[in-house]
């Protein structure tokens, strides 16, 4: 299956500071990808959906001034997390979605700490 | 709005034996279903993808089917390992490529 390559694995961070998140598709271009966010013992929920060259759609709830996401390029997509806070952290996954392809294709996941 | 419900949340069984996990949807307007494996402090293993038209898929002791008019979906496991103890996930793709998961069943196989 094709690969998504998400990075960092892990990171802790002060309170307050802000931490980007890359996902990249490694063998297959990308113009849509998705982030979402898993707490422990919760199941994944979907925080945006990112198209290359266009502004993200965020889902209901989640604030975009604080869920910065680009896009910038078909193999790219970047979440930023602006001025943490401990209730921020949680484990972060992105997926992309190939156009031509029916499956959606995940990224390891981020594990985000912020003291 | 589509739920996807996950039953049971915990299933614990002894090695070898045969297990159904279910997952119900609320929309059958989906693209297709996906079955995940999550280890803890994991990301997502995919398992099996069944498209909107099929029936089924089958991969190994795996067997996932799919009943869309009545918003069903099994994934059937065979003669269970420990190594399969995890987390499994079910998702519903809408055609714009967003999933909704459902909340998972965490699986433990005894030795």
């Known amino acids: 299956g094709a690969v998504v390559s998400q990075h960092p694995s892990r990171v802790i961070c002060k309170s307050g500071t802000s931490v980007k998140i890359e996902c990249r598709s490694l063998d297959f271009q990308a113009t849509t990808m998705f982030w979402y966010r898993q707490f422990p013992k919760q199941s994944l929920m979907l925080m945006a959906t990112s198209n290359e060259g266009s502004k993200a759609t965020y889902e209901q709830g989640v604030e975009k001034d604080k869920f910065l996401i680009n896009h910038a390029s078909l193999t790219l997509s970047t979440l930023t997390v602006t001025s943490a806070h401990p209730e921020d952290s949680s484990f972060y996954i992105c997926?992309?979605?190939?156009?031509?392809?029916?499956?959606?294709?995940f990224g390891q996941g981020t594990r985000l700490t912020v003291v | 709005k589509q739920e996807v419900t996950q039953i049971p949340a915990a299933l614990s069984v002894p090695e070898g034996e045969n297990l159904v996990l279910n997952c119900s949807f609320t929309d059958s307007a989906i693209y297709n279903l996906q079955w995940f494996r999550q280890d803890p402090g994991k990301g997502l293993t995919s398992l099996l993808l069944?498209?909107?038209?099929?029936r089924e898929q089958t991969s190994g002791r795996l067997n996932a089917s799919l009943d869309k008019s009545s918003g069903r979906s099994t994934l059937y496991i065979a003669a269970s390992q420990p190594g399969d103890s995890a987390t499994y996930l079910c998702a519903v793709q809408r055609w714009e490529g967003k999933l909704i998961f459902g909340q998972g069943t965490e699986l433990s196989v005894k030795p």
């Open positions: 997926s992309a979605r190939d156009a031509g392809s029916a499956e959606a294709f």
């Open positions: 069944i498209q909107s038209s099929q």
